[in-house]
């Protein structure tokens, strides 16, 4: 299977910059998403397709993609931006092909 | 705004079959979209199960495969999930979710079921 990699945690102070990583093998060839789950929720759509933000979705949301590396950048981090996030891709390198999820990396607001 | 309702029970024994019901509302059958099941067991990250498509056709995780099937009734905008041989590991929070196609995003969830595999 095509294997994500995420950083377990990641902590900024509010209104610092957080970047959270998602590695894998010519991810950069690869559409990313990520979602954001906040404790007991479900999980929300931040970014797709890379860099693509859907409504409603705050523009200090940012995400890019190149080599073997993903990135989801949050400007002027917020208390309620702490949760855990989620990359994801579609793995069509494979037979069948299938979705595979990073990890998760919980985002701690200092 | 498609809007999906997880159901079913929240309690299932060894060695038994989880059955759970996603009950999609506002639009998805005949949109040519795709409806996932992705799981969570508690304290522990996304895994997906599997989709199926508006053809009926579906794609399996393989670590999975020999186990589950998902099915949909559209007369009835229903999409049933079972998981067969259950053990403690399959204790989780069910998600169905939508994408408009196989390598979309995820953009509706629904709320989550939590089914707990015991006896």
């Known amino acids: 299977s095509y294997v994500l990699t995420q950083p377990p945690s990641v902590s900024v102070a509010p209104g610092e910059t957080a970047r959270i990583t998602c590695g894998a093998t010519?991810?950069?060839?690869?559409?990313v998403h990520w979602y954001q789950q906040r404790p007991g929720q479900a999980p929300l759509l931040v970014i797709f397709?890379?860099?693509d933000r859907p409504s409603g979705i705050p523009e200090r949301f940012s995400g890019s993609s190149s080599g073997n590396t993903a990135t989801l950048t949050i400007s002027r981090v917020e208390a309620g931006d702490e949760a855990d996030y989620y990359c994801?891709?579609?793995?069509?390198?494979?037979?069948?092909?299938?979705?595979?999820f990073g990890g998760g990396t919980k985002l701690t607001v200092l | 705004q498609v809007q999906l309702q997880e159901s079913g029970p929240g309690l299932v024994k060894p060695s038994g079959t989880l059955s759970l019901t996603c009950t999609v509302s506002?639009?998805?059958?005949?949109?040519?979209?795709?409806l996932s099941w992705v799981r969570q067991p508690p304290g522990k990250g996304l895994e997906w199960i599997g989709e199926?498509?508006?053809?009926?056709?579906?794609i399996y995780n393989p670590s999975l495969k020999s186990r589950v099937s998902i099915s949909v009734d559209k007369s009835k905008s229903l999409v049933s999930l079972n998981v067969t041989s259950v053990t403690a590991a399959d204790t989780a929070v069910f998600y169905c979710?939508?994408?408009?196609?196989?390598?979309?995003?995820?953009?509706?969830w629904g709320q989550g079921t939590l089914v707990t595999v015991s006896s």
């Open positions: 506002g639009g998805f059958i005949s949109d040519k979209n795709c």
């Open positions: 199926i498509y508006d053809s009926g056709s579906t």
């Open positions: 397709y890379d860099g």
């Open positions: 994801q891709v579609w793995d069509n390198s494979r037979v069948p092909p299938g979705m595979e």
């Open positions: 979710a939508t994408g408009v196609s196989a390598a979309a995003p995820l953009g509706n």
């Open positions: 010519y991810i950069g060839s690869k559409s």
